[in-house]
């Protein structure tokens, strides 16, 4: 398992858009955070800020040496830790760590699943009155890394 301190090299692309032709470059990586969206799922804010890069479940905070600086990463499209970067929308108690329920079908890397499951957020969101649970973008992966 990857934690907090570890030294990393990875190849990680040039951009993250989907569908967009991207480069690797090598990396080395100092980690600082990991956040793992199924316990920290995505708000649907975050995810309607952008929607249409590639995510999946781990996005590590690092120091990246490379370029001397501050950037997040998701290790799924790194090559070392290559994953389908699948979402769906559950509920969550406000302060949960799991789904209490998940409420779509998973949406894939393509352009026209994550528009779509962007309106499927808005339309969630318009109707949404439970205030004993929260919305959220999780990520449709049980591996650990």
Not at 35 to 41: F, G, I, N, S, W
Request: glycine share 4%.
């Amino acid at each position: 398992m990857i934690e907090p301190g570890d030294r990393l090299q990875i190849h990680y692309p040039d951009t993250t858009l989907i569908n967009a032709i991207a480069n690797l470059k090598r990396r080395k990586i100092h980690v600082h955070q990991i956040r793992d969206l199924v316990a920290e799922p995505l708000t649907p804010e975050e995810y309607l800020r952008r929607p249409l890069i590639r995510r999946s479940r781990w996005l590590v905070s690092a120091f990246d040496d490379s370029c001397g600086g501050w950037r997040k990463f998701y290790l799924g499209s790194t090559t070392e830790f290559e994953t389908r970067g699948d979402l769906r929308l559950a509920l969550y108690e406000p302060d949960g760590i799991r789904p209490y329920k998940l409420i779509t079908r998973g949406f894939n890397e393509s352009r026209r699943d994550r528009v779509l499951l962007a309106k499927t957020i808005m339309a969630y969101a318009a109707a949404f009155d439970d205030h004993d649970l929260v919305l959220r973008v999780v990520a449709d992966d049980l591996r650990k890394v």
